[in-house]
Each structure stands twice: as C-alpha cells, then as structure tokens.
C-alpha cells in the first residue's frame, strides 16, 4: 500500500527518508520512482544491513542511518517522509529493546512510534512536504487525524483496505477486547495509508476502495 501511494506522490522526487525502513522495500522503492535522495533510518544494525543489500540487489542508491526515529537526522529536512512503523498493540507500555518484538510491538494502544513520528516530523519536512505512515485501525484513525492536526500538519486518509487480523493480532483478540480496542467478536482490521502535510502542500490522489460492499475511503 505505502509503496503504490509514494509512487504517485509528488514529493518522491525530491529527498526522501524512509523511517523504520526493515527490510528496505520503501526506500527503495522511493529510489526507483526518482527521488533525489533517499536516506534509510532504523536502530536495528541487522535492519540496516539487510536494506543495504537489497538496495545493491536492486540497483538503489540509498543511504542508511542508525538511530531512533527522526534523531538520526539532526537538522535534516525532507520533502517526504514514510514510515510503516510497528504498531501492534502489546502488553507492555514500553517499547521493546531487542528481540523480534522490536519489528512489531509499540505499547498497550500500539501507538508509542505513531505519535512520536508525528510530533517529530514537522521539523524535518520542507515547505509542502509530506509525512505519510501506516498503522491498523486498532490504533485509532481520528486520534492520528488528531495529532497531525495538532502538530501543525493537514491529514489525508490516502487508502484504507479492510480484511482479517494478521496472526499476531489474531492470538491476543480476547486480550484486545478486554481492553476495548477490539469490538467484541469482531476479527477484522483495516489497514490505512494516512498523509499529514505541511501547508500548501501539493494535492496527492484520493483513493476510495469498495471492500465488502462498503465504501472505504475516508
């Protein structure tokens, strides 16, 4: 999803960072779709290296930077910003040091990256630049509409596709009812692409997605 709607976005041309960037799949694809730069963040070592491989696989120029969040680059500034960062609600209010829980736990509401990225973003992104990410309804749309809101960013819900939990949210649904951010007996999720740009910024296509009979834009 993150990856078709970059391709369509203006700013890609520009400087891109891709932030939690895993395995590498958006930054590259970033490069590929003719951005100026492109800067590949993420405080796992094995993360950064695996990027740089597959950035060599594919013929990418993309330079990586270790550190957490937008702290990686002091002083630097974007014309967009991506991210699908871990968002899996968990037991735990803290984020995890280590292990694979790292890839995909981000508190007891999920929220812990989301909301940080947002308060950080806007002083990475250039006049009409462009945060976008990616997270689970179980997050929580309008708190995200909220805090772009509130940092001083204009949202856009770019595409949303609904369909069953992955396996992980899946094995902790009674957990998630308990703590209502699951409607009871419900096992379906939706997934949203959500864009917070500076003001001004250039207009990006609106998707609508028809899923189960359902209009699904925003």
Known sequence: MLAAQLRRLPQVRGDVADVCTGSG?????AARAGARSVTAID???RALLATGANALLNGARVCT?????LAAVPGEAFDLIVSNP???????AELPERGSARHTEAGLDGRLLVDRLIAEAPRHLRPGGLLMLCHSSLNGEEATVAAMRGAGLSPIVLERRQGPLGPLL???AAALEARGLLSRGVREEEVLVIGGGLPNFAPVLRIELVVGGRGAGG
Do not use: E, K, M, T
Not at 65 to 69: A, N, P, V
């Open 25 to 29: 799949a958006l930054a590259i694809a």
């Open 43 to 45: 405080v796992s070592r």
């Open 65 to 69: 930077r270790r550190g957490f969040l």
């Open 86 to 92: 871990p968002y899996l609600p968990a037991a735990d």
């Open 170 to 172: 899946a094995g902790r």
